[in-house]
């Protein structure tokens, strides 16, 4: 009988964890894109689409930050009706995170420090990836442990793209693109760590989270470094501006 009242405060302190861990994902991503900013690597005279892009992205960010929030606040039931936005909200990533993939490489060639092969296939399987995790998610959130779990390491893989724009990516080259992309792992290890010191276990869900993470990364590199990937990219690049760079990474000057 003495252990009963330990059950609510150790379900208190996951739910400020995730919390706590939300925002540092935020913290890195604004971090990341507010940086390149303030440098005049990106300017807000960007086309449209850049701007369409940038809201949905960031609005999943709010979303999930405001989803923890609701469930430390003990605010259950708007949390559940929130979360449906979520079924238009991860479609919309998926699409759009595809179409700036095409329109970085075709107007600017993409980053200088990933190979364009690698970029072309990786972005868009990386959105794929986030999305099959939060989906998961979604389809087995009857059971918290792994719903809040899941979801944590689909939104940890979105942390690529602010960790690299705060990373030397030139000075990783040939690695950047597997250096941007394992450096958000750091989140997912963090919630083993937090599972083992609370309860002495780690929770499945974080090695599947993982898991599916770095499968994805050999997934892209062996379809990137293919015959097929090679001539994909040849294929999406012919006449246009993205054709003058080289293929490679090269250090920008």
Known sequence: MATL????????GE????????????????????????LGRSS???????????????????????????ILTGNRRF??????????????????????????????????????????IGNPLG???????????IAVRANTGWHRRLMFCATAALTGPGFG??????FLIPWAWWAANLVPLVFPLIGMLADRRRTGAVHPAWYWGVAVIVGMLVVIDLIA????????T????????GASRPMEAFFPL
């Open 127 to 137: 959105v794929l990836t986030f999305a099959g995790l939060a989906g998961w998610s």
């Open 225 to 232: 470094y293919s015959p097929l990937g090679i001539s994909l």
């Open 165 to 170: 724009r705060l990373l030397p990516m030139p």
């Open 79 to 120: 949390h559940r009706r929130l979360g449906w936005l979520a079924l238009l909200w991860i479609p919309a990533m998926v699409v759009l995170g595809t179409v700036m993939t095409l329109t970085s490489l075709r107007t600017g060639g993409g980053a200088p420090f990933f190979d364009q092969n690698e970029f072309l």
């Open 5 to 12: 009242p330990l059950q609510p405060v150790r379900q208190r």
């Open 44 to 70: 807000f005279g960007a086309p449209l689409i850049f701007h369409v892009h940038a809201f949905i992205f960031f609005g999943w960010v709010v979303l999930y930050v405001a989803q923890n929030a609701l």
């Open 15 to 38: 739910e400020r964890f995730f919390f706590t861990m939300a925002c540092l994902m935020a913290a890195v991503l604004v971090a990341g894109f507010g940086l390149n900013a303030a």
């Open 234 to 241: 040849e294929r999406v690049l012919a006449g246009t501006p």
